[in-house]
């Protein structure tokens, strides 16, 4: 993939994290999936009809294909902007969080269009945050780092990691 492929790439999944635009994502698989339902219905009674002929039928099965494959798209353009939770620095990332016990937390960042990712973990509140950092493109491909006690610092400086290479 190209700079210019990730550049946009990053900027589709920024615009799409807005609540509007993921209605209208959703909205579209909607519209998608009822054409498709009425073209599989015309491709149906186009079987049927006396008199049939070939084309005839060959043309509504060609147009219930088209309406599948944009409805597959579709679904697949909300899918993936779904993945999107957070956009830092104008970035996008796919975040998850998972609780411990007495305040631990592992947080697993990675960018929407890099292959860079970091986990970051602490043991209980008021500890160091400590990240592993992978980038399976570089020549060391994994190795940890201590963040400090901060949880926004380190999760910026997480994901400054991953959009710069540079901790």
Do not use: K
């Not at 994290?17 to 186009?46: N, S």
């Not at 294909?65 to 944009?70: L, P």
């Not at 960042?109 to 860079?116: D, G, H, Q």
């Not at 570089?138 to 994901?159: M, N, Q, S, Y």
Request: aromatic fraction near 6%; glycine fraction near 8%.
């Amino acid at each position: 993939m190209t700079v210019i492929e990730r550049i946009y790439d990053n900027a589709w999944y920024v615009a799409h994290a807005a609540p509007g635009m993921r209605e209208a994502l959703a909205a579209d698989v909607t519209r998608t999936w009822m054409a498709c339902e009425a073209a599989r219905e015309d491709a149906g009674r186009a079987r049927t009809v006396v008199g049939l002929t070939a084309a005839r039928s060959a043309l509504a099965l060609s147009f219930g294909n088209v309406t599948q494959a944009e409805y597959d798209r579709a679904r697949s353009r909300a899918a993936e902007a779904a993945r999107c939770t957070d956009i830092i620095d104008g970035h996008a990332f796919s975040m998850r969080r998972e609780l411990g016990n007495g305040g631990a937390m592992t947080v697993d960042i990675a960018s929407c269009t890099l292959l860079r990712r970091a986990v970051l973990t602490i043991g209980a509140r008021g500890h160091a945050w400590t990240a592993v950092l992978t980038d399976p493109q570089a020549h060391v491909r994994r190795f940890t780092v201590e963040l400090g006690t901060d949880p926004w610092d380190a999760v910026h400086r997480a994901c400054a990691w991953i959009t710069t290479g540079r901790i």
